[in-house]
Each structure stands twice: as structure tokens, then as C-alpha cells.
């Protein structure tokens, strides 16, 4: 007699968040076949993306939200992990909770944050608040989560705690000596939006270069994001591999664009730098050397605020000057750095979850009578109605992509009819005025 294996479905809309989900699922269902679900839009993640995240699912498609709520391989599943944006997570969370209404199975649900939690944290928790299983990348986060759930009569247990399920590697052990075969290496870790803009980003290239300039002996990595054209989960408007062409002058040679997975990158680091990357919790979990750039300021716009008494907080001058960071280690272990099989409580959430019999009603805390405003439009966004069913015109592909893609149309359009109204009350109207008096 053969059995079904389990199966573990990550729903990601992007490269980033393809990279948690799948991540998650490799912790809390190692034994389960992995499918992959990936919404179309403008971050669906490329080939080359998801090699460099270097986890292969058994299955993969590409799908828009308003296809999975009578997806029957999606209401089958055993696990069901949302590496979504909140907005996303909400409009599926409760479609499918609506068509799922009544069925004897369905699939334990899970979702989290694919990084550091430093803004909209309310907003952001009660967009997935209703999800079985909520996970906090920290002892830090989970005390927030529980305390939000608490203040709006959710269930606190659902939060459980982790750590970020890519944290991993080698400790870091720096060589002997190092050498021009095996140099001391410098490696930036770069964010698509942080900082912004083009000016900005053109100084933290500028600065990069002197500081490979002033230390000839260093490799100094920028560790890449995407490919110029490809999409993350923020848009990157001005790509290191177009700017580097346009500093005042020519990149030093022991300063290097580089791609790749980043724990492979960190294999041979000795110093990771960032504004506010994620990547600076990897390095701090293998014991890699770690500053926070502080030259753009240190504030909530930028994210590095989140690094306040990490110990991590440094400057170029200070790097130039051979400042090397110590960080605070009760700060570190906060923030679930440096945890030993941190996935066991979720592990075992998922088993009390299945001993306990059928599944409750999958229910989000915005529901159109408490959010009578804000849950049809972002459904409408989606293209689902308030039942969760799809409109007879989707209205969305999955993300709100369409919508990105329909507003210069609707302006253009608004911005004709505007135009045709004018001539129609100059020019027209005075006419059709004036042969009505012959």
C-alpha cells in the first residue's frame, strides 16, 4: 500500500521572500515534498534568482491569486507557508478560509516576516493575524507580536518564536595570514531601495572605491542583489552595474560586483557591511565582523535604527581607519542570533495542530464587516470579491501588479477625457449655442 507524502506549498512573490518561505519550509517540514507557488508580478522571481537562493522545489508554477481558491492540490496540502506581503497574505487568507469553509482538511497555514521588523509593525501583524502558525525570526519579535495580539483578541500562541530560517554556515575563522591568494575581505551587502536615490547610491560606490583605493592589500565586494531588469521585493531604480560606469574615476581592481548565494559570499568574508541588510544578521550568526553603515544617518527611514546598541553602528572613516566592530551580545541573542535548533517549537506547533483534529475555520482578524472600508478594495486589488471568490474581470494579478501597470493608463485616459471636455465647452458647445439661434 502506497501513502501520499506530505506536502509543504510556499506561496512567494518574490526572490526574497521564495528565499524565507522556502527556507521555513525546509525547517519546520524536512521530510515534506516541496511545491512552489509563485504569483505573477513584476518581482516573480527569474531562473537565475532562484538558483542563487539554491533551494530546488519538486514543483514549481506560476499563478495569480484569483486561480488558487479552487486549486484543489493548494486545499489538499499539508502545510500551506505564505511568504507573501501582508496585503497579499490577508486577501488569500481570507478567500481561502471562505472557499475552504466546510471542507474536512485543510492545510496548516504559516507565515512571518522575511527580515527585521523596524516599521508598520501593526499594520504588518494584523494583515496576518488569523494565520495558524505566525512565526518571530526573535525573543525581541515575539514579545511584540504576542503583546499586539493580545491588545485585539487574537490568539497570542498562534506567534511561535525562531530565528531567520537562513541563518547557518561555518563559524567565521579568520586564515593565519592573509595573502593575495586569500586577502582580507571587505564585502557590502546591497539593499535595492537603501539608500534610494541615484546620487546616494553614486557616494556609497565613491566611498567604497576609496576605501579599495586606500587599502590595496583589501578585496572589497559589492554583493549584488539582481541583474539590471530583474525585480526583488523592492525596486532597485539604479543598479551598482550601471553606476560603477559613471564614478569620477576608475574603479580600483580590488573592488568587485559580485552575485551569488550569500552565505557563499560570507564563506570568505571578514568584514560584512550594510545599511540595514538582513545579511548582517547571517554574518553576526557565523561571528563574521559586522558594521552598520551610519554615513546616511542612522534613522527609521533607512532601517539601521533597528541596529541601535548592537555594538555594530560604524562609519567608512572608521572603517578606513581599521575600526572593526564588537557587537553587544545580549543585543545578538535578542534577536534570535546564534539559537540552536530554533524551529523545534514550530515543529511542534505543526504536530499539536495535526493531533488535535480538524482544523478550525481559517478566519483573518480584518473581515468585511470589521473592515468595511479596507478588505473589499485590497480583495478588489487581488481580483476576489468579499466571499473570496474571483470577480468576473480580475482586477489584479496576484499582487496588485495590475494595478501598477493600469494607472498611467487611467491617468492618460482621465487626462483625455479632461482634454475632450475642453474643447467640448470652448469650442463645441458655444457652436451648437449659436445654430440653435439661426
Known amino acids: 500500500m502506497t501513502t501520499t507524502p506530505k506536502r509543504v506549498v510556499v506561496l512567494a512573490d518574490s526572490d526574497t521572500r521564495w528565499k524565507w518561505g522556502a527556507s521555513v519550509a525546509r525547517q519546520i517540514a524536512p521530510e515534506h515534498r516541496l511545491d512552489a507557488y509563485f504569483l505573477r508580478s513584476r518581482s516573480t522571481p527569474t531562473e537565475r534568482q532562484l538558483a542563487e537562493v539554491g533551494i530546488q522545489p519538486d514543483t514549481q508554477r506560476e499563478v495569480i491569486a484569483a486561480e488558487l481558491v479552487d486549486d484543489e492540490e ?105 595573502s593575495s591568494d586569500r586577502p582580507f575581505t571587505l564585502c557590502f551587502a546591497v539593499q535595492p531601495s537603501v539608500p534610494k536615490g541615484r546620487n546616494a547610491r553614486i557616494r556609497l560606490l565613491e566611498r567604497a572605491a576609496a576605501h579599495a583605493r586606500r587599502h590595496p592589500e583589501r578585496l572589497v565586494l559589492f554583493k549584488l542583489r539582481s541583474l539590471p531588469g530583474e525585480h526583488t521585493t523592492h525596486v532597485e531604480a539604479h543598479p551598482y552595474q550601471v553606476l560603477i560606469e559613471e564614478l569620477e574615476e576608475t574603479a580600483p581592481p580590488n573592488l568587485q560586483l559580485v552575485y551569488g548565494n550569500m552565505g557563499e559570499v560570507l564563506d570568505h568574508t571578514d568584514l560584512l557591511v550594510t545599511v540595514s541588510s538582513t545579511a548582517a544578521l547571517e554574518s553576526l550568526h557565523r561571528g563574521i565582523p559586522t558594521a552598520i553603515l551610519t554615513d546616511f544617518g542612522v534613522r527609521e527611514a533607512h532601517g539601521n535604527h533597528y541596529f541601535v546598541n548592537s555594538g555594530c553602528l560604524a562609519s567608512w572613516d572608521d572603517l578606513d581607519n581599521g575600526v572593526v566592530p564588537v557587537p553587544d551580545a545580549q543585543w545578538v541573542a535578542a534577536q534570535g542570533v546564534g539559537k540552536s535548533n530554533p524551529y523545534a517549537a514550530a515543529r511542534a506547533r505543526i504536530a499539536v495542530l495535526r493531533e488535535n483534529g480538524p482544523l478550525p475555520v481559517l478566519r483573518t482578524f480584518h473581515t468585511p464587516q470589521r473592515s468595511s472600508f479596507y478588505l473589499p478594495e485590497l480583495l478588489a486589488r487581488h481580483g476576489l470579491d468579499e466571499k473570496g471568490r474571483p470577480l468576473p474581470v480580475p482586477l489584479g494579478d496576484g499582487s496588485g501588479f495590475a494595478g501598477v501597470i493600469s494607472r498611467p493608463l487611467r491617468k492618460a485616459v482621465r487626462s483625455s477625457a479632461k482634454g475632450l471636455y475642453r474643447v467640448g465647452h470652448q469650442r463645441v458647445a458655444p457652436m451648437i449655442r449659436r445654430w440653435g439661434q439661426i
Open 74 to 178: 493548494l486545499a489538499a496540502a499539508d502545510i500551506l507557508v505564505f511568504a507573501t506581503a501582508g496585503g497579499t497574505t490577508l486577501a488569500l487568507a481570507h478567500s481561502l478560509g471562505q472557499n475552504w469553509d466546510g471542507r474536512p482538511h485543510r492545510p496548516i497555514t504559516v507565515t512571518g516576516y522575511v527580515g527585521v521588523v523596524y516599521e508598520k509593525l501593526i499594520d504588518g501583524l494584523l494583515t496576518r493575524a488569523g494565520i495558524d502558525i505566525v512565526i518571530a525570526n526573535s525573543a525581541f519579535d515575539a514579545d511584540r507580536f504576542r503583546t499586539a495580539f493580545r491588545g485585539v483578541n487574537i490568539d497570542p500562541d498562534t506567534v511561535v518564536e525562531a530565528a531567520l530560517p537562513f541563518l547557518g554556515g561555518d563559524p567565521y575563522d579568520p586564515p593565519a595570514a592573509y
